[in-house]
């Protein structure tokens, strides 16, 4: 500010208010982070003035989705059970069942510390363990078969527990990620891929193979499964740092931090509990894994088109593909393999090729022109600096070169192409004609994710509008902002409108016949057969692009011009 830089100072305190935010250390920040001078040149974003705010007094208290991502992991270890089971052994442990430990490939010892756990985990932590059962359902039979593979004892999959409670989307104050909770590192070191658009440490298949493989080698180094999970949660120098201090290979005897020491013994309760879930208390639900096909694709794309043609929604897809951190797939890469529900891949390819290339990415690529900065360019696209940097390998203070390329993150309905001028310029007119923007009050127990599905947006672009961070929760009689085509709006909010009578498709031209559904056709078979195109047979016939066929439907075709 001191030096005049107004765009630059405005954008670096918005990234760095932005990480603050992210941390969740509440939502009211201490007004000296305003600076003294209100006054100052400096204009601060629609989201930094509720933020700078007292909170609201909140009435209620909604439950927080168990599957939304995270910041901290959701595991059953946090430093305040930590606390609780280190400082004494529960009351109650005589009624904790004995498990059948001739049933084990694991060397488990069932001494007072893992005694403590099974009661720990069957009382303060039964809420916790139970939907991590749920979760684990997805996951196990994969789990199974990849240790299996490896020639692993099978117990070792309940380290997922203990990580993270089996949630792809856990992500510790260390920022180590994904269900196996690595860091990037050693993410890296195991052949995931770590960058600002993929994170493979959430890969379900590919962090399993990366666990199973560390481990391994943890075990050939230390020749123990204790020191061998000690050192997956403490690493490998530290353990053998104790080992030489100490003079000892035994676990229960070297002295190691506290949350390591506690880690070994958790594991074990965690694989009695596994082992027989019903005699502690549970019922998880039977193995059920997500049914997909994969498909390779050979341009980017963003999560709204993705569903569009896999005829789901985004936030399925993104549950099918969680190592996907951004709002598309990656640019820049040639083939790209996508998870998709089962039973759509014979038409995903031809509905995506009918969304024009356009439409389909959530990018443009701007010409930087004479005297232009990074701040200056993100600001007048109204796109994220930090996302900007991220996007093109820039540092902190990068000197762009005239006329090189630049990727901006922005609104899938703007063009591919041209200058900063004419690209605004052009996307302010689009915006104007083709969206228009909303107030929406929060109903009791409304989630992110629903309300955002009754206006047709993603959750993503819902949380951007309104400042919500991915772990924000809705409260009741909260205002938010929604940015939806016209036509899909209503002043109720969460009720569409109907169409009008200019909504509506132009008269069908003629000639046409009729044409009834076999058994097993698709839309795509039937517009291949006639020369005609699946939006055609839509228009004609008043089919969304969800809609799915039945045999002895009628269809009506227009017979192409010739």
Known sequence: MRNGKTDQAEWEFDAA????????????????????????????HGWLAPATRAPQPVTESLPQDPDQPTQDAAALLEPNDLQAVGKDLPVDTGAVPDPKLGEFQFP??????????????QTRKWAVVARAFERASRYLPMMRKVFQEKGLPEELINLAFIESAVNPWATSKAKAAGIWQFMAGTGRLYGMQVSWWVDERRDPEKATRGAAEYLKNLYR?????????????????????????????????????????LFVPAFMAMTI??????????????D????????????????????????????????????????????????????????????FLEELAEIPASQRVGW????????????????RY??????????????????????????????????????????????KQEASRTKTASRHTVKKGETVAQVAQAYSVSSDDLRRWNGLSRTASLRAGQTLKVTAPSAKMSTAGLQ????????????????????????????????????????????????????????????????PQS
């Open 17 to 44: 208010l932005e990480s603050l935010l992210d941390t969740g250390l509440s939502p009211a920040l201490p007004p000296r982070l305003l600076g003294t001078d209100r006054s100052s040149t400096v204009s601060l």
């Open 108 to 121: 488990i010892v069932y001494n007072d510390q893992v005694k403590t756990f099974v009661g720990y985990f």
């Open 221 to 261: 180094m230390f020749d123990s499964w204790e020191l061998a999970l000690a050192a997956y949660n403490a690493g490998e120098g530290a353990v053998q740092r104790a080992i030489d201090r100490q003079r000892t290979r035994n676990f229960w005897a070297l002295r190691l931090p506290k949350e390591t020491q």
């Open 273 to 286: 509990i596994s082992k027989d879930p019903e005699r502690y208390g549970f019922s998880p639900p039977p």
């Open 288 to 347: 059920d894994p997500f049914e997909t096909d994969l498909v390779t694709l050979d341009q980017p794309a963003d999560f709204r088109s993705l569903a569009q043609a896999a005829r789901t929604s985004a936030e399925r897809l993104r549950e099918l593909n969680p190592e996907l951190i951004r709002w598309s797939t990656p640019p820049g890469v040639a083939r790209y393999t996508l998870r998709i529900p089962a039973g759509v891949k014979a038409d």
């Open 364 to 379: 443009i690529t701007h010409r930087v022109r004479k005297g232009e900065t990074a701040p200056v360019i993100a600001k």
């Open 382 to 427: 109204g796109a994220s600096l930090q996302a900007v940097r991220d996007m093109n390998g820039l540092g902190k203070r990068p000197s762009l070169k005239t006329g090189s390329s630049l990727l901006v993150p922005t609104s899938a309905t703007l063009p591919t192409t041209g200058t900063a001028a004419t690209d605004a310029g052009r996307a």
């Open 496 to 559: 569409k409108q109907t169409p009008s009578a200019s909504d509506k498709p132009s008269p069908v031209p003629t000639p046409a016949r009729r044409y009834t559904v076999k058994h097993g056709d698709t839309l795509a078979a039937i517009a291949r057969t006639h020369g005609v195109t699946m939006a055609d047979l839509r228009r004609w016939n008043g089919l969304s692009r969800t809609a799915s066929l039945k045999p002895g439907q009628e269809l009506r075709i227009v017979a």
